[in-house]
């Protein structure tokens, strides 16, 4: 009898821990909801509040005098415009050089040859 009662006890025993560990996991799943939910919430709150600034500095007037400006070609009293040539074929050609000796140039070390270096002081010579 007294082994009936164990086994017994063992399997409520058993049974409270499996659904103590279930509730436990539900619970976990619910509060990384939650967290979501308010993280989202304070997204679109900040959002709204970045909106409202933009809105007001679209009604202001410094807003609506530099959108005028740069659609008509105004200029304030005493302002000057600096028209630029275009580019020289020369210019152009010493560009193009730049830029391709840049993109041919030796390739980073890896991370690895890099921590031997600056441990070992593998980099005196460059």
Do not use: C, H
């Not at 659904?19 to 989202?40: C, F, H, P």
């Not at 400006?69 to 009293?77: F, I, Q």
């Not at 040539?85 to 560009?95: G, S, Y």
């Amino acid at each position: 009898m007294n082994n009936i009662v164990m086994v017994v006890a063992l399997v409520v025993g058993a049974g409270w821990a499996w659904a103590s560990i279930g509730a436990m996991q539900r619970n976990y799943a619910l509060q990384k909801e939650v967290d979501a939910k308010v993280r989202d919430q304070k997204l679109l709150e900040l959002e709204t509040q970045n909106l409202a600034f933009e809105q007001k500095y679209y009604k202001s007037a410094e807003y609506q005098e530099l959108a005028v400006r740069e659609r008509m070609g105004l200029a304030r009293p005493g302002e000057r415009t600096l028209l630029l040539p275009p580019n020289t074929q020369a210019a152009k050609e010493a560009d193009a050089k730049l830029t391709k000796r840049l993109a041919t140039s030796e390739p980073p070390e890896a991370n690895m040859q890099q921590w031997v270096n600056f441990l070992f002081g593998g980099n005196r010579g460059k």
